[in-house]
């Protein structure tokens, strides 16, 4: 399945900490504790240059949602690189790929009355195209004063500007503030932890209440949009209980605050939903994707916008015109590969194998909790969390920088499995087509895993 792609392995890694600064990884760091180097991929599974291969339940970063080296996908990026590779969607241009794919995603999109679709190309673009969009919206519709972004404690949205403005997380922001004026965050509803209740539907209450008295008190004559994922992901796993989104869309309804969803992670079947606001029956107004849109072959975010929120740009307003976009919005390969990812999607029926795959993943990570460390386990379709404690009356998260932590990814990575550890998350959150056999074998690492550090 694999040959061997690199002649010379010590100096890739030398090179590697000599030149690339890493994402979220201070630069001295990858000189003590050098990345795994991922070479090749096939499926499910992934080879580093040292030759090691690895079952990969990460999928990337939640994104290789139908597994590595699909020929369906390479066929189409070489197909569209015959036509042409680049041609862009700026003011009087346009191309095939990205228009066959907008219309594709409004007919998948029809239930949640979706109407226009602006491409970038991650979900951090996804997200500022979603932003400004909205305060736009807002001065089209006589009400300039709609301009605050709100958003979700634990929240992730990205790393530009606007997207760090609205994630949940001080780590993300420290070295960077200031922020972007006008982006404020609510409590999510954290079912292990939270100061008040146990009972996820009284939380889902509170915390619906919290958002609601923010507004009050802001004044919703001052508020754009909220914005949050269906199931937060990299600020730590957290589903919130069934009634909270339902709730929420009727709290922005009542106060005329637009609902942005990012699905960036959840959408195109991750959560065993082929969009992640499916779970929680609620149609918001703005939906952000990136990722499983085309598995991350080639790099493509999407914000897409519902039938009213469309409606405000059909004026003769001065501002009506969308002075925003991208070089790469709508890229042809990206489009390209998008259309044969979206064929696999629903082919290979992938929402309904996360959703079935997942419930199994759920029900053996129960086990775990027999270990000192693993204070929860929680997950929604194919994205699961392990939270890992110092003590499990107290729930003192294990510090990241504990000695524990690399044991556990060591002797994960020496079983033959690629999880993310994340603060004190266990991430899991492998391609969609994973199997029982898959989820068997990933148990067996992460067994082995917890077992080391349990034994200190
Ligand atoms: C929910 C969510 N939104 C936005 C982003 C940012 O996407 P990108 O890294 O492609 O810019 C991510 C990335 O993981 C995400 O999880």
């Known amino acids: 399945m694999f040959s061997n792609p690199v002649s010379d392995r010590a100096s890739t890694v030398a090179d590697n900490?000599?030149?690339?600064?890493?994402?979220?990884?201070?630069?001295?760091?990858?000189?003590?504790?050098?990345?795994?180097?991922?070479?090749?991929?096939?499926?499910?599974?992934?080879?580093?240059?040292?030759?090691?291969?690895?079952?990969?339940?990460?999928?990337?970063?939640?994104?290789?949602?139908?597994?590595?080296?699909?020929?369906?996908?390479?066929?189409?990026?070489?197909e569209q690189l015959d036509q042409?590779?680049?041609?862009?969607?700026?003011?009087?241009?346009?191309?095939?790929?990205?228009?066959?794919?907008?219309?594709?995603?409004?007919?998948?999109?029809?239930?949640?009355?979706?109407?226009?679709?602006?491409?970038?190309?991650?979900?951090?673009?996804?997200?500022?195209?979603?932003?400004?969009?909205?305060?736009?919206?807002?001065?089209?519709?006589?009400?300039?004063?709609?301009?605050?972004?709100?958003?979700?404690?634990?929240?992730?949205?990205?790393?530009?500007?606007?997207?760090?403005?609205?994630?949940?997380?001080?780590?993300?922001?420290?070295?960077?503030e200031p922020l972007v004026p006008g982006f404020f965050q609510v409590e999510a509803p954290y079912l292990y932890r939270n100061r008040w209740t146990d009972d996820p539907d009284k939380l889902a209450a509170i915390c619906a209440d919290l958002l609601e008295q923010e507004i009050l008190y802001q004044g919703a004559d001052?508020?754009?949009?909220?914005?949050?994922?269906?199931?937060?992901?990299?600020?730590?796993?957290?589903?919130?209980?069934?009634?909270?989104?339902?709730?929420?869309?009727?709290?922005?309804?009542?106060?005329?605050?637009?609902?942005?969803?990012?699905?960036?992670?959840?959408?195109?079947?991750?959560?065993?939903?082929?969009?992640?606001?499916?779970a929680w029956g609620v149609a918001p107004d703005i939906m952000n994707f990136a990722k499983g849109i085309n598995s991350a072959y080639v790099p493509l975010g999407a914000t897409v916008v519902n039938e009213r929120v469309a409606q405000a740009w059909e004026s003769d307003h001065p501002l009506a015109a969308i002075m925003h976009g991208y070089t790469y919005s709508g890229h042809p390969l990206a489009c390209a590969a998008a259309l044969a990812n979206l064929d696999i999607v629903e082919g290979e029926d992938l929402p309904g194998n996360a959703g079935r795959q997942g419930d199994y993943f759920l029900e053996r990570l129960q086990e775990l909790l027999q270990y000192k460390q693993v204070g929860d386990v929680r997950g929604k379709g194919l994205m699961l969390g392990i939270e890992l404690v110092l003590d499990k009356a107290t729930r003192a998260p294990?510090?990241?920088?504990?000695?524990?932590?690399?044991?556990?990814?060591?002797?994960?990575?020496?079983?033959?499995?690629?999880?993310?550890?994340?603060?004190?998350?266990?991430?899991?959150?492998?391609?969609?087509?994973?199997?029982?056999?898959?989820v068997d074998q990933s148990m067996d690492g992460l067994h082995a895993g917890l077992a080391a550090i349990a034994a200190d």
């Open 17 to 78: 900490a000599r030149y690339i600064w890493h994402p979220m990884t201070a630069p001295a760091a990858t000189r003590t504790t050098p990345p795994t180097i991922i070479a090749q991929g096939d499926g499910v599974l992934v080879r580093d240059i040292e030759g090691k291969t690895y079952l990969d339940c990460t999928a990337g970063l939640w994104c290789v949602n139908v597994g590595h080296n699909r020929p369906e996908i390479k066929r189409a990026i070489v």
């Open 84 to 176: 042409i590779a680049y041609y862009g969607t700026f003011s009087n241009l346009s191309n095939p790929p990205s228009i066959a794919l907008s219309a594709r995603l409004i007919k998948m999109l029809a239930p949640e009355k979706m109407a226009r679709v602006m491409y970038g190309s991650g979900g951090s673009d996804a997200n500022e195209t979603a932003f400004k969009l909205a305060r736009q919206y807002w001065k089209l519709s006589g009400k300039p004063e709609k301009t605050k972004i709100f958003s979700l404690k634990h929240g992730y949205h990205g790393l530009h500007f606007g997207g760090m403005s609205a994630s949940g997380n001080v780590m993300w922001r420290r070295a960077y």
């Open 222 to 278: 001052t508020i754009a949009a909220f914005v949050a994922e269906p199931v937060q992901g990299a600020g730590g796993l957290i589903v919130p209980p069934a009634t909270y989104w339902p709730r929420v869309r009727e709290i922005c309804d009542r106060h005329g605050i637009l609902l942005i969803a990012d699905e960036v992670v959840t959408g195109f079947g991750r959560t065993g939903h082929m969009f992640g606001v499916r």
């Open 398 to 438: 294990l510090p990241p920088t504990h000695p524990a932590s690399r044991k556990l990814y060591e002797t994960i990575c020496a079983h033959g499995l690629l999880v993310r550890i994340a603060g004190n998350k266990i991430i899991l959150s492998p391609p969609l087509i994973f199997d029982k056999a898959h």
